[in-house]
């Protein structure tokens, strides 16, 4: 199995690059937010504390603030790293189905996959470490420059936190392997066969079972925020919430996503014609796929418009007293960026496993030109997909935060912050889109199927 899995990494390069710069930046932003926090734990808590009072003040600010972006930073590695794997599986599930008609076990096939993703893992851990230090001291000189914390305060990023990251990380992958493969273990090889064509079942009950548990984790928290929650306090609750939002809409993308391509179906058709009716037909025949890719739109679009707007608003209320304000922006922007990164990969592979059908269009008469079109069109019905789901958790997250500070329910902020986000992930999903179905196009159909 192990060598297997070596030339399966070999064969599937891009897939599994996909993974690797997933878990990198994931444990990256994971050791930079754990430098920080045993930065300020050493200038707090005895008997390392053997510093001025005013430095343990900074230093308890500094603990909540890692502590805080380093929880919401674990909830998005999970998400994404999983969300990424489970992609790559299931692009696989024709050549998994051809494995077991040959007489693979199933445990074998788990093994092979779990193997994959742990060398994967292990090179993304590895690599991530000395940029993970880095970026956590590069993170403290900055939070030192705005008056945060004091200028002399020395940075300590020993190996806790560099385990911690690398332990979280690891198993976020390993654990997303495991519950990717087991459809695919579990699978008759026929069903599989068909499954990797055309998926159609998505929503199984522990699926279920987390989503109502996330929703639910978030609608309480934006009780609690917008009801007992008073003043800047209510941020330590609203930030949470947002992930919470994001996880549960994502574990239901792929109904949600059918939703929503049939309430945009005539617009888009109407607009561009039969280019658009054509990918009109693709997105509902492949929604479950297509929801892949709203998800990641989703999170970044949902995440940066709460995230930035929490501190706009709170800013606000404040006076305009921003004294460590654009911390909170830099911390959040990490993540933020994460997101964003996590997009482009799913774009990139989908993209990638979409060589036959490209190769078959293009044999029975469609032109690069009109392929392109299409998966242009594709792009702006996932953006505006993505951007309704993440308008819909930025406006959960935000409603019950502005509440808690004066009553009202709009965050404070300029309008321009949300239309260059829905702008920038815009572009940022066509560009992506487009480039990587050029790069497809460039093999030749016969090619293309021949090595498919």
Known sequence: MFTLALQTLRFRRTSFVASTVALFFGAVILTACGGLMETGIRHRVPPFADVPAGTQQAASRLISMSAVFGGIAAMV?????????????????????????????????????????LVVALLAVALALVPGYLAGEWMLARIAASGVVPEGIAYHAGWIPMVTAAGTSMLAALTAAFIASRRAALSRPADAL???????????GPRLAFAVLCLAGGTAL????????????????????????????????????????????RPLRALFGLTGDLAMDNARARRIRIAGAVSPVMLATGL???????????????????????????????????????????????AAERRREFA?????????????????????LVTTVGTVLGTFVAGATLAPFRM???????????????LSIVGFVGALTALASVSATGAALRTPPAEALATL
Not at 93 to 103: D, N, S, T, W
Not at 314 to 337: M, N
Not at 360 to 380: D, F, H, N, W
């Open 304 to 350: 940066s418009t709460a995230l930035i707007y929490l501190q706009t608003t709170l800013s606000a209320g404040q006076g305009g007293d921003g004294v460590g304000a654009w911390v909170d922006y830099l911390l959040a922007g990490s993540i933020i960026a994460y997101a964003v990164i996590s997009l482009v990969n799913t774009l990139v592979v989908a």
């Open 77 to 117: 590695t999970v998400f994404i790293v999983g969300s990424t794997l489970a992609l790559v599986v299931q692009q696989r599930l024709g050549e998994m189905a051809l494995l077991r008609a040959i007489g693979t076990l199933p445990g074998q096939l788990r093994r092979m996959i779990v193997v994959e993703t």
């Open 194 to 204: 068909a499954e990797s064509r055309l998926q159609h079942r998505w929503l199984s």
């Open 222 to 265: 934006a009780v609690v925020t917008g009801t007992v929650m008073n003043g800047e306090v209510a941020a330590s609750t609203a930030g949470p919430s947002a992930m919470l939002w994001a996880g549960g809409i994502a574990l239901l993308s792929p109904g949600l996503t059918k939703v929503l391509t049939a309430v945009f179906h």
């Open 360 to 380: 078959l269009q293009r044999l029975v008469g469609a032109t690069p030109g009109q392929i392109l079109a299409m998966t242009g069109i594709e792009s702006l």
């Open 404 to 418: 808690a500070l004066d009553g009202s329910w709009l965050p404070r902020g300029p309008l321009w912050i949300y």
